[in-house]
Nanobody
Framework: QVQLVESGGGLVQAGGSLTLSCVSSARAFHNYHMAWFRQAPGKEREFVAVISAYGGGTQYGDSSKGRFTISRDNAKKMVYLQMNNLNPEDTAVYYC???????????????WGQGTQVTVSS
């Protein structure tokens, strides 16, 4: 089984920045497309960003484009999400996900981390 563990969440003021990290136990991490999703209480899981297995392409959700940057380090088996200009609407549990198929749909990804809380105060 592949384990994904997120870290880096916390409390930040509006306008601030935060970088999330996700480490994978996958043997062939470079074969997995990696994505970030988020979910606030009472809301559906929302696509944030995805990066292709070899890092050749990225895609962002409407709420994150222009503010967030997804990146990966295959040698370290890690995925990152740099978040800038945060606002209270970004408050949610952020999840790292991985799979053999690149998609913006949560159900496509078989591997998930436990999530890390990001809280943005106004």
């Amino acid at each position: 089984q592949v384990q994904l563990v997120e870290s880096g969440g916390g409390l930040v003021q509006a306008g601030g920045s935060l970088t999330l990290s996700c480490v994978s136990s996958a043997r062939a991490f470079h074969n997995y497309h990696m994505a970030w999703f988020r979910q606030a209480p009472g809301k559906e899981r929302e696509f944030v960003a995805v990066i292709s297995a070899y890092g050749g392409g990225t895609q962002y959700g409407d709420s994150s484009k222009g503010r967030f940057t997804i990146s990966r380090d295959n040698a370290k088996k890690m995925v990152y999400l740099q978040m800038n200009n945060l606002n209270p609407e970004d408050t949610a549990v952020y999840y790292c996900a991985g799979g053999a198929v690149l998609s913006t749909a949560p159900r496509v990804y078989p591997n998930w981390g436990q999530g890390t809380q990001v809280t943005v105060s106004s």
